[in-house]
């Protein structure tokens, strides 16, 4: 499985921009990116996902660089509630086996 | 919807006994997947259902096996548990067998070996 390497933690203050980074640079051209979260005793939860374009949600915006060995999440205004674990995936393209393979992820404190 | 669901949420089981953990994925969701988390290990993939059949294994030894209704429910099963397999068992549904398909999490159930 292709790996990602994300940085272990980082902070931001309440209702500033968080850019959290993530490198791929083994990813395969029919690997999609995903992003998930997990809150403190809860499972993870399913942030965003892209495959070669910039991608926005309600929750999130994905920035993938164009030779998509690395991608961005931003998450636009942090609040308090986006505390959590950050993971970064690769997940096969096709007919995919439903194998995640989780990282040791991104741990995101915000602070007030 | 209602989300994935897991029971029980908690469990207290002695080494050498089994153990059986249920699923109910998402409504209309047909693969359900399922992962222990555990702190020096992190989240592992343990196997994966779609229409009933067993479509890929993770790295865990036959103790561990699971099985799909014809409702996409599941079930896992865990014999002669050890103190390792103390952990957080999650599964996740998803709606079809894509790569771009996202996962949805349940709670998890929370299994303690003693």
């Known amino acids: 499985d292709a790996k990602t390497t994300q940085p272990n933690s980082m902070e931001s203050n309440e209702e500033e921009p968080v850019h959290l980074p993530c490198n791929h640079s083994t990813i395969s051209g029919t690997d999609y990116i995903h992003w998930y979260r997990q809150l403190p005793s809860q499972g993870p939860e399913y942030v965003i996902h892209?495959?070669?374009s910039n991608v926005n949600n309600r929750m999130a915006s994905l920035a993938i660089a164009e030779d998509r060995k690395s991608s961005t999440l931003i998450l636009h205004r942090a609040t308090l509630r986006d505390a959590a674990v950050y993971y970064c995936?690769?997940?096969?393209?096709?007919?995919?086996?439903?194998?995640?393979?989780f990282g040791q992820g991104t741990i995101l404190t915000v602070h007030p | 919807k209602a989300g994935v669901t897991q029971t029980p949420r908690y469990l207290i089981k002695t080494r050498g006994q089994q153990v059986t953990l249920s699923c109910s994925p998402i409504s209309g969701h047909r693969s359900v997947s399922w992962y222990q988390q555990t702190p020096g290990q992190g989240l592992q993939f343990l196997f994966e259902y779609f229409s009933e059949t067993q479509r890929n294994k993770g790295n865990f030894p036959g103790r561990f096996s699971g099985r799909q209704f014809s409702n996409s429910r599941s079930e896992m099963n865990v014999s002669t548990l050890e103190l390792g397999d103390s952990a957080l068992y999650l599964c996740a549904s998803r709606p079809g067998t894509g790569g771009y398909n996202e996962q949805f999490f349940g709670p998890g159930t929370r299994l303690t070996v003693l």
């Open positions: 995936i690769l997940a096969p393209g096709g007919t995919s086996y439903g194998k995640l393979t």
């Open positions: 892209g495959l070669t």
